[in-house]
């Protein structure tokens, strides 16, 4: 039996009634949405948006790091991405989890130290989202005039909350 058996059955569900394959590999909306990999975003929903419209990075946390910016780079200069989102969220677990039992836990299960690793964790809610706003503004590999905004989704409510708008340049 399959570790993955359900999901498997789901994917051969979805391909028996699939009409996206003509859709473009450009987003619709020239919109790009880097969000945590918290399984309560579901951020195309959230913004009123259907598959095709919007590319969406996610990670823990939501935080823009050196592989957000090299998918950045790609979906900005590549593929008519004009607008970046970056969405945080309430009850995030990358602003709860501490980093000695996070890695205590490694060891326990692998006998591996990720002492090399860096976990983007977030210290200040505010100040790692503007510091991930400011990641994308000021990032030289953007064309001047790239509009960046920071949101924070609210899990429990589902009310997105503006609190940066610029553009790089």
């Known amino acids: 039996m399959s ?48 598959i095709g419209q919007a590319h969406v990075l996610r990670n823990a946390g939501a935080r823009v790091t050196p592989d957000v910016i ?16 970056v969405m ?15 890695r205590a836990a490694v060891i326990a299960a692998t006998g591996n130290d990720p002492d090399d690793i860096e976990f983007h964790l977030i210290g200040n809610a505010d100040q790692a989202l503007a510091a991930d706003v400011d990641a994308v503004r ?19 409510t589902g009310v997105v909350t503006t609190k940066h708008e610029t553009f790089v340049g």
Do not use: W
Not at 23 to 30: D, N
Not at 70 to 85: D, M
């Open 3 to 50: 570790a993955f058996k359900d999901i498997i059955e789901g994917s051969e569900t979805y391909a028996e009634s699939f009409t996206n394959g003509a859709l473009s590999a450009l987003p619709q909306a020239r919109l790009v949405i880097v969000t945590c990999m918290d399984t309560r975003i579901n951020p195309l929903a959230i913004f009123g948006l259907s």
């Open 88 to 102: 945080h969220h309430t009850d995030c677990g990358a602003a709860k989890i501490k980093i000695d039992p996070l």
């Open 70 to 85: 090299r998918s950045l780079i790609k979906s900005i200069n590549q593929l008519e991405v004009e607008r970046v989102v």
């Open 138 to 156: 000021s990032c030289p590999y953007f064309p001047v005039g790239t509009a960046v905004a920071g949101m924070v989704y609210d899990v429990h």
